[in-house]
Nanobody, 117 residues
């Protein structure tokens, strides 16, 4: 089970930290990440992390350094720190957990991020 939180409404340039708490599985065995979908657009992979070794990946539209994904395996939680938020970051963000080397994927509920000027 995945529980996403941390979304909200901020002004341009603000920050948010999304959290995805994973229960019922061993985090080390999973890649956990975030997709987002803005109105009228295709779903986009934002970032993911292999909780076992800490390897990270960021989607091609993500500016280096503006978003940072991390995991706290003791808390079974993955975080997405988002700084310098822009209007184009407005979307519903969904966390997921995929068991490594398998197609098994779990999804959390979406959390809305709204950035306004």
């Amino acid at each position: 089970q995945l529980q996403a939180s941390g979304g909200g409404s901020v002004q341009t340039g603000g920050s948010l930290r999304l959290s995805c708490r994973v229960s019922g599985v061993t985090l080390d065995d999973y890649a956990i990440g975030w997709w987002r979908r803005a109105p009228g657009t295709e779903r986009e992979l934002v970032s993911c992390i292999n909780a076992g070794d800490g390897e990270t990946y960021y989607g091609g539209s993500v500016e280096p350094g503006r978003l940072t994904i991390s995991s706290d395996n003791r808390k079974n939680t993955v975080y997405l720190q988002m700084n310098g938020l822009k209007a184009e970051d407005t979307a519903v963000y969904f966390c997921y957990a995929r068991r490594r080397n398998t197609p098994t994927t779990f999804w959390g509920q979406g959390t809305q991020v709204t950035v306004s000027s």
